[in-house]
């Protein structure tokens, strides 16, 4: 799989844009703010740790969004440090946290299988209402591009008129064509024509939108899953990823949410958005903790650069410093 990051062309201006950590940790300030920060004021001219301050960390790791599980473990961990002696210091415990957290982040990204000679690499996105997929599909097509790869849009979601249009605006804008047919068409089909016009133009990557409707409507997951059918079909081995978008403002809701599609479709990854408007960021941790899926992309603004590979080492640093 590329990796999907813009490169500089020549001619640009000479000043360098803000570095990519400075705009993570900027994304990420509420966050910071909300965790790291919370926990440093615990800290700050502690001298001993002991339960009540072992009670207000875990106070503050479960409402940064973490979870019961990540949480508890990481408290488990900071005891038996403590009583090992190993963990006699304010500033050690923070640093345990930290790096325990790291690990949490530090899922394994098995390798798919890719696409044979002439065959288009094919995503299929996924994810509620509000979620922001639409836009998410714009900047994955945006920044394939930018590579120097041929991109198609599939609006597979029929149930919405504003849905197709939308895309359809997207596509316009980035410069991607978009396979689409009229609202209440069945989605599976436009599918069907979405890939056999990727394979007959041989294109790069497919980009597949799909309906957001309520994860609990179990209509709708037999919907995705159909069409998850009709690729295989039309293209084995394909979809090489199915990517779920979670909001990451809504915290613990996200990883229910996880956990349904995941059951439905097996997802290959998981992508985090509006991480720049929330205190909630802990929720990175909370799933890659429980669903062992790996984060693939993280949303941390609205310019279609702020959608970045997701990197554990940057992300922590970004909180923790």
Same mark, same amino acid.
């Not at 072992?54 to 599980?69: K, P």
């Given at each position: ?79 038996? +440090? ?31 299988? $890719? ?33 120097? %790869? ?24 980035? +410069? ?55 690729? %295989?079909?039309?293209?084995? +081995? ?43 960021? +802990? ?7 429980? $669903? ?11 310019? $279609? ?17």
């Amino acid at each position: 799989m590329w990796t999907f990051y813009r490169k500089k062309e020549k001619g640009e201006e000479q000043a360098e844009p803000k570095g990519f950590l400075s705009r993570l940790r900027e994304g990420l300030s509420k966050t910071r703010t909300g965790l790291a920060g919370r926990l440093d004021n615990l800290l700050y001219g502690k001298k001993q740790i002991d339960e009540k301050l072992l009670e207000q960390i875990e106070e503050i790791l479960f409402t940064s969004d973490l979870g019961v599980a990540a949480t508890r473990e990481l408290i488990e961990t900071v005891q038996a +440090g403590v009583a090992r002696k190993e963990l006699d210091q304010p500033e050690k415990l923070r640093k345990a946290l930290k790096e325990q957290i790291r690990q949490f982040l530090d899922v394994v990204d098995i390798p798919h299988s $890719m696409p044979g000679p002439g065959e288009p690499y094919v995503i299929m996105v996924i994810g509620v209402n509000g979620v922001g997929k639409t836009t998410t599909i714009a900047k994955l097509g945006y920044q394939a591009r930018e590579q120097g %790869k041929t991109v198609i849009f599939v609006a597979g979601d029929t149930f919405r008129a504003a849905a197709i249009e939308q895309l359809q605006v997207w596509g316009d804008r980035v +410069g991607v064509e978009v396979i689409k047919q009229k609202q209440g068409s069945d989605p599976s089909a436009v599918v069907f024509d979405g890939l056999s016009s990727a394979l007959a133009k041989r294109i790069d990557v497919v980009l597949i939108d799909t309906a957001g409707r309520l994860h609990t409507k179990s209509n709708l997951m037999e919907e995705l899953e159909k069409i998850n059918r009709v690729i %295989k079909r039309k293209l084995p +081995g394909a979809p090489h990823e199915v990517w779920l978008v979670l909001d990451a403002t809504t915290g613990q809701n996200a990883v229910s949410q996880a956990e349904i599609f995941h059951k439905a479709l097996g997802l290959t990854g998981i992508i985090l958005t509006k991480l720049d408007g929330t205190a909630k960021g +802990g929720i990175v941790v909370g799933i890659c903790r429980q $669903m062992k899926i790996p984060i693939k992309f993280i949303g941390i603004g609205e310019k $279609m650069d702020d959608l970045r590979p997701f990197n554990a080492p940057d992300f922590v640093d970004a909180i923790f410093g």
